[in-house]
């Protein structure tokens, strides 16, 4: 290893290029900073590469799909229809290839310098940049920890990414499952479920609630959806073990019972909980403040404890969405730049691509209910609409909540 003998000076510093990292050096540059960001794998990191945008190429050919029966409704005959899986897989691809490159342009025309190589905290104004066989270090006025986190499977579930599945290679499978077994009590668990239900795969999902965060009416609208399409619900369970053969995954399930069950399928998709990527970054010998699952303590500003290191997006906790992370790394950057900022997560958008699609922001009823009391309920079922009766999507519901009191939303 040859290792930097002085070290060289830099304004900011951005550790991460995912949709955090990038958005706060973007804004950065257009406050006149200049700015140096390290990414160790491809820019756009999980979210771009192997996260939110295969998952929304799977759920956009879902969706074309499930509308095969309605365009026959309206007289379009479409002979021979199918689907391969090869030929999506091969369009994902090129869909990353081109957002990278945009990412990559956008940088290069705001004059942001990009670094290859893992870096890590040397002290409280320095960092060591490793790439290869070589060592730089850089002296820094202000950073910005955008490293992400990283999937945790549960204990009693072993990932092999060729039956049993996470995020990171359930969207690189070359064959259609038989029978998808699926994990989770999130919104990747119901895309995934969705996704490949539409091209034909069967599917049970084992959930611990059936809520998977969302609303008690949303939930038991998907529910019912579900129900009607034969996509099986587990609820109330826990994984004991989950064994994978040649050609199938047995999955051994406790109830809240505590009775055991064992489901088989062709593949398992685990959605599995996330750890904040910060093994070898050397917060620890900064005394950077972390809650009690690892994730790194901010304000309103995406400032650490110390006040010139900020950190955004995953590594900072739920919830992980990209829309988090841009947020804060665009406040972390204009807090940088001396302008008075806060970030609010308060109405932050939850958008599912299943089938029909679910979006929310704000509180839950229940939320709601415990935050204000009394409160008033809206709800109109997408049945009663004319325009989605033509389109042929009538399952849903459209559910208002606002403070009877002072009729805020």
Request: a negative charge.
């Amino acid at each position: 290893m040859v290792v930097g003998e002085l070290a060289q000076e830099r304004d900011v510093v951005i550790i991460g290029g995912g949709p955090g990292g990038y958005s706060a050096a973007i804004r950065a540059a257009q406050l006149g900073l200049s700015v140096t960001l390290i990414e160790e794998g491809e820019l756009g990191g999980v979210c771009l590469n192997k996260g939110c945008i295969p998952s929304k190429v799977f759920a956009h050919a879902a969706q074309k799909m499930a509308d095969i029966p309605h365009l026959k409704d309206i007289g379009i005959d479409l002979e021979n229809t199918g689907f391969q899986l090869g030929k999506l897989q091969n369009y994902k691809a090129k869909i990353i290839t081109q957002l990278r490159q945009g990412v990559e342009a956008l940088c290069k025309a705001n004059r942001i310098e990009i670094l290859r190589g893992h870096a890590s905290f040397l002290a409280e104004d320095r960092i060591g940049v490793e790439a290869g066989d070589a060592f730089e270090v850089y002296r820094f006025r202000h950073a910005i920890i955008a490293v992400g986190a990283s999937h945790v499977s549960p204990p009693t579930v072993s990932v092999d990414h060729e039956r049993i599945l996470n995020v990171d290679s359930i969207y690189s499978l070359e064959t259609l499952p038989g029978h998808l077994l699926v994990y989770g009590n999130d919104y990747i668990a119901l895309e995934a479920a969705m996704s490949f239900h539409a091209f034909g795969s069967q599917v049970s999902v084992i959930s611990d609630d059936g809520t998977f965060g969302l609303d008690d009416t949303i939930a038991k609208e998907l529910q019912r959806i579900w129900k009607k399409r034969k996509i099986k619900l587990y609820t109330r369970c826990q994984i004991e073990r989950a064994e994978s053969s040649l050609d199938c995954v047995a999955v051994t399930v406790r109830t809240a019972e505590g009775e055991t069950a064992t489901l088989e399928g062709t593949h398992f998709f685990v959605s599995c909980e996330k750890k904040a990527n910060t093994n070898g970054l050397g917060i620890e010998r900064l005394g950077m403040k972390t809650d009690e699952n690892g994730f790194i303590q901010v304000n309103r500003q995406a400032q650490t404890s110390l006040s010139h290191i900020y950190a955004i997006g995953d590594v900072t906790g739920a919830p992980f969405l990209a829309v988090k992370a841009i947020k804060q790394g665009k406040a972390a950057a204009e807090a940088i730049a001396g302008q008075l900022v806060e970030v609010d997560l308060a109405f932050l958008p939850t958008v599912v691509h299943s089938i029909p699609p679910i979006a929310s922001a704000g509180l839950t009823e229940t939320e709601a209910r415990r935050q204000y009391g009394a409160v008033r309920i809206g709800e109109f079922p997408l049945a009663g609409n004319g325009y989605a009766s033509i389109l042929g999507q009538k399952d849903g519901v459209i559910k208002v909540i606002s403070d009877a009191a002072t009729d805020v939303l």
